[in-house]
């Protein structure tokens, strides 16, 4: 199975600064990795798909980098509503697998 | 608007054998894989399953294989998934979700959980 380490597993931030979030996989992916955000209480959402791709209607503040092993999650600049859990995918084959998730919490 | 909303979810006991449900509408259901997607509670997700646009094939996560069978009707726009054998560990809000793959030249291509619905609670215990 492929394993998915995210880091940081949370971290505190201001509104306006830029965040960035990171997946790496065990083994290569090529781009096949999603990221999706997740409010409490609520379904999550996709962000980004094929690793760069933006999800129609999603805020261009976030983008996606990445192929093979290393991938990033960027906030160019953070909102009040993107405050919330934010979890990596890879579906490069099965079993899918998550990031064990990132927590961005108010400084 | 794409809509997906769960159902079949509750108090459960162990052992128990209950069948989720999530209606599908705003989009041309047997054109498309769906999955089922769990979440523990205050834990991360884990992808429980998929099948694929006609219901010829499944895929499991090793945690449920050969106790949970999912499954779909084109007809009636359904996704399932039958659960056995429940463990204290199934313990999750169950969402089903919507993927988006398609064939082109280089071959077959998945975009997974495009959309999801609200999930469903299922809480197995004594």
């Known amino acids: 199975d492929i394993q998915m380490t995210q880091s940081p597993s949370s971290l505190s931030a201001s509104v306006g600064d830029r965040v960035t979030i990171t997946c790496r996989a065990s083994?290569?992916?090529?781009?096949?990795l999603g990221w999706y955000q997740q409010k409490p209480g609520k379904a999550p959402k996709r962000l980004i798909y094929a690793a760069s791709s933006l999800q129609s209607g999603v805020p261009s503040r976030f983008s996606g980098s990445g192929s093979g092993t290393e991938f990033t999650l960027t906030i160019s600049s953070l909102q009040p509503e993107d405050f919330a859990t934010y979890y990596c995918?890879?579906?490069?084959?099965?079993?899918?697998?998550f990031g064990q998730g990132t927590k961005v919490e108010i400084k | 608007e794409v809509q997906l909303l769960e159902s079949g979810g509750g108090l459960v006991q162990p052992g128990g054998s209950p069948r989720l449900s999530c209606a599908a509408s705003?989009?041309?259901?047997?054109?498309?894989?769906m999955s089922w997607v769990r979440q523990a509670p205050g834990k991360g997700l884990e992808w429980v399953s998929t099948i694929n646009y006609s219901g010829g094939t499944t895929y499991y996560a090793d945690s449920v294989k050969g106790r949970f069978t999912i499954s779909r009707s084109n007809s009636k726009n359904t996704l399932y998934l039958q659960m056995n054998s429940l463990r204290a560990e199934d313990t999750a809000v169950y969402y089903c979700?919507?993927?988006?793959?398609?064939?082109?030249?280089?071959?077959?291509?998945?975009?997974?959980?495009?959309?999801w619905g609200q999930g469903t609670l299922v809480t197995v215990s004594s």
């Open positions: 083994q290569g992916i090529r781009n096949d």
């Open positions: 979700a919507k993927d988006f793959d398609y064939y082109d030249s280089s071959g077959y291509h998945t975009r997974p959980f495009e959309y």
């Open positions: 705003g989009f041309t259901f047997s054109s498309y894989a």
């Open positions: 995918l890879q579906y490069n084959s099965y079993p899918w697998t």
